[in-house]
């Protein structure tokens, strides 16, 4: 009985993995079958019918949104860092911190599907800007700061950089 059933057992799974393999197959090299959606994906998002092996006239894309951030030393002004083109807020601004990497290091912006930049006319007064160009961002950033300085000229400390809507 047992030896019956673990026949039955290894005959259910070698099954198995035959459907899943064909199912696979259906959707070419440019991806895999996603059961839930009963489509095939491709490793980039997009999804596409399946036995269409992924056409570049059938693949429907799938948009996606990009995050940015930009993490600055307020502390002693020695540096700062962007991030681009992350999946998620959280990712872009962690991202920012270690590419910052030093301890005064703290976000002054996060962004989605736009562009983003800072400015300062002391080193504790870093502010940030948001826009739809980097010219939108680098100007929203010099408003910002002359909104809230505390003297000095204001100048822009990092320049503009994009994360687009896909």
Same mark, same amino acid.
């Given at each position: 009985?047992?030896?019956?059933? /673990?026949?039955?057992?290894?005959?259910?799974?070698?099954?198995?993995?035959?459907?899943?393999?064909?199912? !696979?197959?259906? &959707?070419?090299?440019?991806?895999?079958?996603?059961? $839930?959606?009963?489509?095939?994906?491709?490793?980039?998002?997009? $999804?596409?019918?399946?036995?269409?092996?992924?056409?570049?006239?059938?693949?429907?894309?799938? @948009?996606?949104?990009?995050?940015?951030?930009?993490?600055?030393? $307020?502390?002693?002004?020695?540096?700062?860092? /962007?991030?681009?083109?992350? $999946?998620?807020?959280?990712?872009?601004?962690?991202?920012?911190?270690?590419?910052?990497?030093? @301890?005064? &290091?703290?976000?002054?912006?996060? #962004?989605?599907?736009? &562009?983003?930049?800072?400015? %300062?006319?002391?080193? /504790?007064?870093?502010? +940030?800007?948001?826009? !739809? %160009? @980097?010219?939108?961002?680098?100007?929203?950033?010099?408003?910002?700061?002359?909104?809230?300085?505390? +003297?000095?000229?204001?100048?822009?400390?990092?320049?503009?950089? &994009?994360? #687009? #809507?896909?």
């Amino acid at each position: 009985m047992k030896s019956h059933f /673990r026949t039955m057992l290894l005959f259910f799974i070698a099954f198995s993995i035959s459907l899943m393999t064909q199912a !696979d197959s259906l &959707c070419g090299d440019k991806g895999f079958f996603n059961t $839930v959606l009963n489509l095939c994906q491709g490793y980039n998002g997009g $999804v596409w019918s399946a036995g269409s092996r992924g056409s570049s006239n059938t693949q429907q894309h799938t @948009p996606r949104d990009y995050f940015g951030a930009i993490a600055a030393d $307020v502390v002693e002004g020695k540096e700062s860092a /962007r991030a681009n083109n992350h $999946v998620s807020a959280a990712a872009a601004k962690q991202a920012a911190l270690q590419g910052c990497g030093l @301890p005064g &290091c703290k976000v002054i912006i996060a #962004y989605k599907n736009g &562009c983003g930049a800072t400015a %300062t006319s002391s080193l /504790r007064n870093v502010v +940030g800007g948001i826009g !739809d %160009t @980097p010219e939108e961002a680098e100007q929203n950033a010099l408003d910002k700061c002359e909104q809230t300085k505390n +003297g000095g000229q204001c100048q822009i400390w990092s320049r503009a950089k &994009c994360s #687009y #809507y896909e």
